[in-house]
């Protein structure tokens, strides 16, 4: 038996903008997704995109054109049917944190209680407060005026007063884009632990998929107001669906291939940095046009020729045009045939620019992309939703 519980349902949303009076432009185009309760749901993708406008539409904020909310199984945007914003049960923290200046930080997070209708004695709001303060780490500060916080603490002002009513469903416009990267960075973590502890289901709008990857139980990255892949962070990093989410998440090496044969050890690619060996998915011909993708920290660089390439794997001679150093780790622009290959290595065991390296690429690390989609070498499916 499913005994997970949805929180949130949304089925083929669709939301136009009238532009400059004459044609619509479709901010959204027929968004489907289910949050289950307890999720950290994100939705990922580039400016413009429609994440927002999806996040806005579950607000309420936006009237769809066509398409079904749910929020815990009772319609809120159905035909005929749309319940206002301060009647559906959710909180929300936007970029700009948007607290009142002339409140204290409590005054702040009691407000919404003071407004819902709701008899509470005053007592009952001071324990309320004082416990979501706790929650959020601001009691020491509960007196101080709003505007005297540092943006950390703004950001957790905003979010103690959307969570004070403890809301069905908290959305979450991206909360962190207006803090420095070390706060971010600082509020990432704390954000994520924050809703695991209290298990609140949340939707999260980013465009930044180090905040989607580290944060999320499961991502639908979106590109021109439509879901491409929905999954678990994992999924999406190590098995993207098309060559748009293998680009956009994380850092891709892109080829344009043709399957050339089918070899013993697997299918044999003709790509612009050489032939490679690549384990295609059923249904792969002879001729068929490819996109093949894989990851910079999944090649192996050999400074010195390594012999024989091993059963399963590609070798491809190169030359280093370029390395730049992050830190961690550096990052070198190696010259393969009429190919640039981006390989992630530890600095200390960086090669030098015009070094001749070796690089090793094994055939269940490259993912062969479609225009079709998916058709990845591994067996684990893309989750869906529900
Ligand atoms: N009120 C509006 N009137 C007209 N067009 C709009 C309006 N709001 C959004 N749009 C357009 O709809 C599309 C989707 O916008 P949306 O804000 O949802 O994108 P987004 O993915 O959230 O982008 P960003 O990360 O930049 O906020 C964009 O092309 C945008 O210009």
Not at 250 to 267: H, I, P, Y
Request: hydrophobic share 40%; with cysteine.
């Amino acid at each position: 038996m499913d005994t997970t519980t949805i929180c949130l349902d949304v089925r083929d949303l669709v939301k136009d903008y009238p532009v400059d009076g004459a044609s619509d432009h479709r901010a959204v185009g027929g968004v489907s997704l289910t949050i289950a309760e307890g999720e950290m749901y994100t939705l990922l993708g580039p400016s413009g995109c429609g994440k927002s406008t999806t996040l806005r539409c579950v607000a309420g904020l936006e009237q769809p054109d066509s398409g079904r909310i749910e929020l815990a199984g009772v319609p809120v945007v159905d035909q005929g049917v749309h319940v206002p914003t301060e009647r559906r049960d959710i909180g929300m923290v936007f970029q700009s944190y948007a607290i009142w200046p002339h409140m204290s930080v409590f005054e702040n997070v009691a407000f919404p209680l003071r407004v819902d209708g709701r008899r509470r004695t005053k007592k009952e709001v001071r324990r309320r407060v004082e416990e979501v303060l706790g929650t959020v780490r601001l009691a020491d500060v509960a007196s101080r005026s709003a505007t005297q916080l540092s943006g950390g603490q703004q950001q957790r002002l905003a979010l103690a007063r959307a969570l004070i009513r403890e809301p069905r469903l908290l959305l979450l416009d991206e909360p962190l884009s207006n803090l420095d990267a070390r706060l971010r960075d600082q509020m990432r973590v704390e954000l994520r632990d924050l809703q695991r502890r209290l298990n609140v289901t949340a939707l999260f709008v980013t465009h930044d998929q180090a905040e989607a990857l580290s944060m999320s139980s499961r991502i639908a990255v979106m590109d021109q107001g439509r879901v491409v892949q929905e999954g678990t962070p994992r999924e999406i990093y190590q098995r993207p669906a098309t060559r748009f989410v293998a680009d956009f998440v994380g850092t891709a090496n892109l080829l344009d291939a043709e399957v050339v044969e089918r070899a013993a050890d697997g299918w044999l690619l003709r790509t612009a940095a050489g032939v490679v060996r690549a384990s295609c998915p059923d249904g792969t011909r002879v001729g068929d046009q490819v996109t093949m993708t894989f990851r910079p920290e999944d090649i192996r660089m050999h400074l010195s020729p390594p012999g024989a390439a091993a059963t399963g794997t590609t070798m491809l001679a190169g030359t280093v045009d370029r390395v730049d150093f992050f830190g961690e780790s550096v990052e070198c622009q190696v010259s393969c045939g009429a190919a640039v290959l981006l390989v992630h290595r530890h600095p200390q065991a960086a090669p030098q620019e015009g070094d001749t390296v070796h690089i090793e690429l094994a055939a269940e690390g490259c993912a062969v992309l479609t225009d079709r989609g998916a058709r990845l070498p591994a067996a684990a499916p893309v989750a869906k939703a529900g």
